[in-house]
């Protein structure tokens, strides 16, 4: 299994700690978050590791390099202007496999991967999103999902029926992002257009996500590395 960590975003909500320091290197019981995400992928079977990066990726290409993983990790960096989530996969176009694993960089998913990988592998759709029954309850719903079967994804537009949330870790063909022309995009607009076109497989999952995107985040992700580990 091939996954891309999409870690390049600008981690406005947390300044002015992200001023000086990139999202994935704050620091949780005394190690940075994308430690946590890697030591993890390591038991999960994963066999290569993209990086996607843009804002202070050089401290996160620093500390990765000073570090010992059992998997390949390369990296692909935004450039002068931040690409979106979209984009940056599509800039890596070039060291990706025919399929492969999606997660952020601020995410922490406690599940199995590999099921979710295998029942794509069976699939003949485009993509898989991993969903969660949210009812509203970690963030605004955004899928409507009704009989084993998304009906749509929409990250901007709330409908009453959105009961289910993206977890954070996605499938993709590459062939999607051959046959997208541009260069900025979010990756919420290729769910939808997949979801639309009913090329959009979904894996169910019970475990809540965790996420350091915001203050209380961080805090229930210190929780459960406390409970988890201690």
């Given at each position: 299994m091939q996954i891309i960590i999409l870690a390049g975003g600008l981690a406005k909500r947390l300044?002015?700690?992200?001023?000086?320091?990139p999202k994935a290197l704050i620091n949780i019981k005394s190690l940075p978050f994308i430690e946590y995400q890697l030591r993890y992928l390591e038991n999960q079977g994963v066999s290569s590791v993209i990086l996607?990066?843009?804002?202070?990726?050089?401290?996160i290409i620093k500390y990765i390099s000073s570090?010992?993983?059992?998997?390949?990790i390369k990296?692909?960096?935004?450039?002068?202007?931040?690409?979106?989530?979209g984009g940056a996969i599509k800039k890596a176009i070039n060291l990706l496999d025919d399929e492969?694993?999606?997660m952020y960089g601020d995410s922490f998913l406690p599940i199995d991967f590999y099921p979710v990988f295998d029942k794509f592998a069976k699939s003949t759709k485009s993509a898989l999103m991993t969903l969660i029954k949210n009812n509203n309850k970690w963030d605004k719903s955004n899928v409507v999902f009704k009989k084993n079967k998304i009906e749509l994804y929409d990250k901007l537009n709330y409908r009453n029926d959105m009961n289910y949330i993206?977890?954070?870790?996605?499938?993709?063909?590459?062939?999607?992002?051959?046959?997208?022309?541009?260069?900025?995009f979010d990756l919420a607009i290729t769910f939808k257009k997949l979801s639309l076109l009913n090329e959009l497989d979904s894996?169910?999952?019970?475990?809540?996500f965790y996420e350091i995107g915001s203050k209380k985040g961080i805090e229930d992700f210190e929780k459960?590395?406390?409970?988890?580990?201690?």
């Open positions: 300044r002015p700690i992200t001023k000086t320091t996607c990066l843009g804002y202070l990726g050089e401290k570090q010992n993983y059992n998997f390949e990296f692909s960096h935004d450039g002068k202007e931040l690409l979106g989530t492969f694993l999606v993206d977890y954070g870790l996605s499938v993709f063909k590459k062939k999607v992002f051959l046959n997208i022309d541009e260069k900025n894996f169910c999952v019970e475990s809540r459960f590395i406390h409970e988890t580990y201690n």
